[in-house]
């Protein structure tokens, strides 16, 4: 399983796009990059997917570049509610696959 | 849909003592996870059942035990409790037909504290 690296925390004020980058420089060919956001005193909460370039949702788009050896969550316009642990899993999407999960960056969004 | 259930949602145990937590799954997913949480050690995978068959397990000791029931509940149990268990336990369900997604549905937690 490749090992990712992020920053323990990061503050933003509200309305400001926000990137987290994750850094995988082990990541295999059949591995996808999945981040979740946890509240506190809840279970983590799937946000998004991707295996290459760029995918977009409602709520936050991920990057990736050509060498996928790092990918970035873009927040855009955060607001006080988005203030959560943001982990990056990297694993091969493969049925029994476990996901393991780093120690995430804490994410402070202020008014 | 209702979503992953846990029960109970807070206990408190001494130590030597042991528990018993339960998950009921999403309907219609098979596969079962669960995760202990502490402030100081993060996320940590305990073990995965599909089916009634554990397909992964973690680095816990031997303390640590499941199961999963022919409905895809399932329950973990830890026996001899020591002040170091206590954590939020969490189980997460996972529906897998033709590819497993990678995307997780999380409980709320069973809260552990043991005295």
């Known amino acids: 399983l490749a090992k990712t690296t992020q920053p323990i925390s990061m503050d933003s004020y509200e309305g400001q796009e926000v990137n987290i980058t994750c850094s995988h420089n082990?990541?295999?060919?059949?591995?996808?990059i999945t981040w979740y956001q946890q509240f506190p005193s809840q279970g983590p909460r799937f946000i998004i997917q991707?295996?290459?370039t760029k995918v977009t949702n409602e709520v936050a788009s991920l990057f990736i570049p050509a060498d996928r050896k790092s990918s970035t969550l873009s927040l855009p316009r955060v607001s006080l509610s988005d203030t959560a642990v943001y982990y990056c899993l990297v694993g091969a999407l493969k049925a029994g696959t476990a996901l393991i999960f780093g120690k995430g960056t804490t994410l402070s969004v202020s008014s | 849909k209702a979503g992953v259930t846990q029960t109970p949602r807070y206990l408190i145990k001494t130590r030597g003592q042991q528990v018993t937590l339960s998950c009921s799954p999403i309907s219609g997913h098979r596969s079962v996870s669960w995760y202990q949480q502490t402030p100081g050690q993060g996320l940590q995978f305990l073990f995965e059942?599909?089916?009634?068959?554990?397909?992964n397990k973690g680095n816990f000791p031997g303390r640590f035990s499941g199961r999963q029931f022919s409905n895809s509940r399932s329950e973990m149990n830890v026996s001899t409790l020591e002040l170091g268990d206590s954590a939020l336990y969490l189980c997460?369900?996972?529906?897998?037909?033709?590819?497993?997604?990678?995307?997780?549905?999380f409980g709320e937690g069973s809260r552990l504290t043991v005295l």
């Open positions: 997460a369900s996972s529906h897998e037909g033709a590819a497993n997604t990678g995307e997780l549905f």
């Open positions: 991707g295996y290459k």
């Open positions: 082990n990541i295999a060919t059949n591995d996808y």
């Open positions: 059942y599909f089916s009634e068959t554990q397909r």
